[in-house]
DNA sequence: GATATCGGGATTTTT
DNA sequence: TCCCGATATC
């Protein structure tokens, strides 16, 4: 028997060595599912798969570096890189760029990441006439989003009763004109959105039988993990790109949802078993990560959720230390007392800085323990900020590049027509795109045509030679590498003079990561050839389209020694010796913004679950009285989750005295009172002032009422059907013929026929008062009567 | 057309 | 508190 299989329990090893067919493994946190998934792909290549014709899916680059490290150590070999392993963006946007031609895109096509995309949303509002406050960019792209990821094109958007309603209650029914806009003004930038990579490749896929088959026969064996994150346009692809073989293999654990905001589905789940009726479903039930105290508390947290799929985890392990429970006064001291925990648990433990991370909802969050850490000296390494990448010096440089690469991307040409200064000015950007509008051509176009348009002498010349440059650029492109032209790029343009002459402390590090950028395309230049098949891979345009998809997660050394600091959602898939859940309290932690209906409350308690799971050894809990939110300062009751801790495996009294201690029913709202006596020594000198009433009543069924803070929806429009005064949209999912429902605005009728895919549901229903109606289950509100 | 200043809005999570 | 973008002013 291999070596790699040794190191596996039996059901792990079922799933890795199960060959053929469909297969799922659903399991807890910790369970090793992605030692699984790795195993499993070595396995393929180690017993004559080739690994050309393995796909994986992960989901971060991250994630699938680590993979494929992992794959080259066990087979001792370096044929993992032939794998295409990635991002479902990254590798579909690396397959489009030899594909996209097909489906009217340049190969060349610009990714636009989200201030691009927010950028096009604002100007197409404005050229629509609409006020860019009221229909908010980031706003308009979510619903947009939205819509991609549920496969929901512009005119189905429009067209559909149950969205248009939603944007009536919102008062933006502009949106779908919104939306058909933008997604031509991509289309003519030659440019794809995040969404658009999933959705063209589908589309591709879908309407292209030669891509299709190319890429099914390509793809013999699909892995795919944290499969409970993915949407419904990820779904078909992997339906269509996996319908040859079958063999498809999906890893999830549906208790560590927490993408939905991204169109995320565990219906995936469901659905995968419905689509392959012999899928193999393999459960992994043996935790090896955490200790006992922490799966149990992990366990029990999740049990308040409805609905999940049963598990049985268990572990090994022992007990180990209980959960410390820890309430501070302020953020400040939260930040204080983490640091100077980590200090005492280093010297009394032994841990190194690589054993603690520091966990949060909201990456605002991080803050206080930066500087607390910064102030006791520990080395940490921050997540969720700024990627290098789209720092402003850069977007700038890249931005050149791309208009060489492609001219049609407005977004990167506005950005540079001007900069550094040359006498191209508000006025006749406007101007240029005016007429590129009006002749239905793009900008550049215009730009190309100057003479034609009428622009005054001085103005006619700068763009000129504006002109000239960049096509001397891409001209330059056809014989030089990138590297080169790049280098070139920033001389001609006086673009890095610029930054030098600049000596300010911000212009020298601006400077230097201008500098940082041209290594980067150098060794991107440098790099050894990949694989076949792959069109100019070392070229400008897959260097800038691979840029647009890193994080800054991807820039940063995960394996370094120190403190990791993270949001929740991106510490998924990581272990830790010692973690830190920060800010568990009410407003942020469920957040405020997430605690309107039982689904958003449910995910935000597979958060906790998830931060809770982090945690191999030691787990602290804490949580503030006060905080600092835009400069002022407010008062948080401590979050309902704490409420479902167990008692017998947490320590309370860490905390200090004036708490309480009263079993698992101790209703935490009534926690506060009294500022003194708080533990560790932090409170030397808090303004003890502000402990008037609490900012609001907590309700203890979180359905029933709506919090006194949320301010009271605009309501709709009269309309024929009088909603029942009880009124709740029921769970639709199996909704069946013959069910009477009620619709708050058609009124009462009966389901008379269910169509439309899985993952967007139509009933069409007979109303009483409107006769026929076809509804989309994923966006219209039903209550199911009978 | 370029530059300085003021004011408003932001924070949920991310490819 | 901080950052960006709109506006006023040169
Ligand atoms: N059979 C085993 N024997 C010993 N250790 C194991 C075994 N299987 C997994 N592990 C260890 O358990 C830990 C968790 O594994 P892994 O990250 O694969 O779990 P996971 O199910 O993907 O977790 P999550 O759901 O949190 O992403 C890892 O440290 C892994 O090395």
Redesign the pocket.
């Known amino acids: 028997m291999q070596d790699y299989l040794q190191g596996l329990n039996a059901q792990q090893r079922e799933a890795v060595l199960h060959r053929d067919g469909p297969l799922m493994i659903v399991a807890g946190a910790g369970s090793g599912k992605t030692k699984v998934l790795t195993t499993r792909i070595a396995h393929l290549m180690a017993t004559g798969v080739d690994a050309f014709n393995i796909l994986a899916l992960t989901?971060?680059?991250k994630a699938a570096k680590e993979m494929k490290e992992r794959i080259e150590k066990v087979l001792q070999n370096s044929e993992a890189r032939n794998l295409y392993i990635g991002?479902?963006?990254?590798v579909f946007a690396r397959i489009l760029r030899g594909e996209a031609h097909r489906i009217g895109y340049p190969n060349d096509f610009t990714i636009y990441d989200?201030d691009d995309t927010k950028s096009v949303i604002k100007t197409v509002v404005n050229e629509l006439n609409l006020d860019?406050?009221h229909y908010?960019p980031?706003a308009v792209y979510n619903r947009i989003s939205g819509a991609k990821n549920a496969l929901v094109g512009p005119v189905e958007y429009a067209n559909d009763y149950a969205i248009q309603q939603e944007d009536m209650r919102t008062n933006r029914p502009a949106i779908a004109q919104i939306y058909d806009a933008y997604v031509k003004r991509c289309y003519k930038n030659g440019a794809m959105d995040?969404?658009d990579l999933l959705l063209k490749f589908y589309e591709l896929l879908k309407n292209v039988p030669e891509s299709l088959s190319k890429y099914q026969r390509k793809f013999k064996y699909i892995l795919v993990d944290e499969y409970q994150d993915t949407n419904p346009a990820q779904y078909e692809v992997i339906k269509l790109l996996g319908a040859m073989h079958e063999n498809v293999c999906v890893v999830g654990d549906d208790a560590q949802s927490?993408?939905s905001?991204?169109g995320a589905t565990i219906e995936n789940i469901l659905q995968f078993q419905k689509d392959y009726e012999d899928a193999k479903v393999v459960k992994l039930e043996q935790n090896y990560r955490s200790s006992k105290s922490i799966l149990d508390v992990a366990n029990e947290v999740i049990k308040n959720n409805k609905g999940q799929i049963p598990k049985n985890l268990w572990t090994e392990k022992g007990e180990g230390e209980k959960i410390k429970l820890v309430r501070l006064n302020t953020d400040n001291d939260e930040g204080k007392y983490v640091a100077d925990t980590i200090q005492e648990q280093k010297l009394r433990n032994h841990y190194n800085n690589r054993d603690f991370a520091i966990l949060y909802?909201?990456?605002?969050q991080s803050r206080a323990f930066e500087e607390s850490l910064r102030r006791m000296g520990i080395p940490y390494t921050m997540f969720?900020g700024l990627s290098f990448y789209s720092r402003?010096e850069i977007k700038d440089y890249v931005a050149y590049l791309r208009v060489i690469v492609n001219p049609r991307d407005e977004e990167a040409l506005k950005r540079i027509i001007?900069y550094p200064?040359?006498?191209?000015?508000?006025?006749?950007i406007d101007k240029t795109v005016l007429v590129a509008n009006q002749n239905n051509i793009s900008m550049w176009e215009v730009l190309e045509r100057a003479r034609e348009v009428g622009f005054k002498a001085g103005?006619l010349e700068a763009i000129e030679n504006f002109v000239v440059m960049i096509k001397s650029f891409a001209s330059m492109l056809q014989s030089k590498n990138a590297y080169d032209v790049a280098v070139h790029v920033g001389k001609q343009t006086n673009f890095v003079k610029e930054l030098f002459n600049d000596k300010s402390t911000e212009g020298v590090q601006r400077y230097e990561n201008v500098q940082e950028l041209l290594n980067s395309i150098k060794e991107w230049t440098e790099s050894p050839d990949t694989e076949e098949g792959e069109v100019n891979d070392k070229g400008l345009g897959s260097y800038l389209q691979q840029i647009t998809?890193l994080?800054d997660?991807d820039e940063k050394d995960p394996n370094a020694d120190t403190v990791k600091l993270?949001?929740i959602?991106?510490a998924k898939g990581l272990e830790f010796g010692c973690v830190f859940a920060a800010g568990l309290e009410e407003m942020l932690f469920p957040?405020?913004?997430?605690i309107n209906s039982r689904e958003e409350l449910e995910e935000e308690r597979r958060l906790f679950y998830v931060v809770i799971t982090r945690a191999k050894e030691r787990l602290w809990i804490s949580y503030a009285n006060t905080r600092?939110?835009?400069?002022n300062l407010v008062q948080n009751e401590p979050s309902r989750f704490l409420e479902e801790l167990p008692e017998q495996y947490v320590d309370r009294s860490f905390a200090g005295g004036g708490m309480r201690n009263q079993g698992i029913g101790n209703r935490s709202a009534y926690d506060r009172m009294n500022g003194g006596g708080w533990g560790g020594g932090q409170s030397a000198n808090q303004a003890e002032k502000r402990y008037g009433p609490p900012p609001s009543k907590k309700a203890s069924t979180p359905t029933s009422t709506t919090p006194s803070y949320i301010s009271p929806k605009p309501q709709n429009k009269p309309v024929e059907h009088v909603p029942s005064a009880d009124f709740v949209a029921s769970d639709v999912s199996n909704l069946q013929v013959g069910q009477r429902v009620e619709h708050q605005k058609f009124g009462f009728g009966e389901v008379v026929k269910m169509e439309g895919s899985a993952h967007n549901p139509i009933a069409t229903v007979k109303f009483e008062l409107n006769g026929e109606k076809k509804i989309m289950l994923n966006y219209a509100r039903l209550r199911i009567i009978e």
Do not use: E, P, Q, W
């Open positions: 989901f971060t680059n991002t479902f963006h990254s989200t860019d406050k908010k980031a995040f969404d927490i993408y905001f991204r909802r909201t990456n605002a969720g402003k001007n200064v040359r006498g191209i000015g508000k006025t006749t103005t998809l994080t997660a993270m949001s959602h991106a957040n405020a913004l997430s600092y939110r835009f400069g």
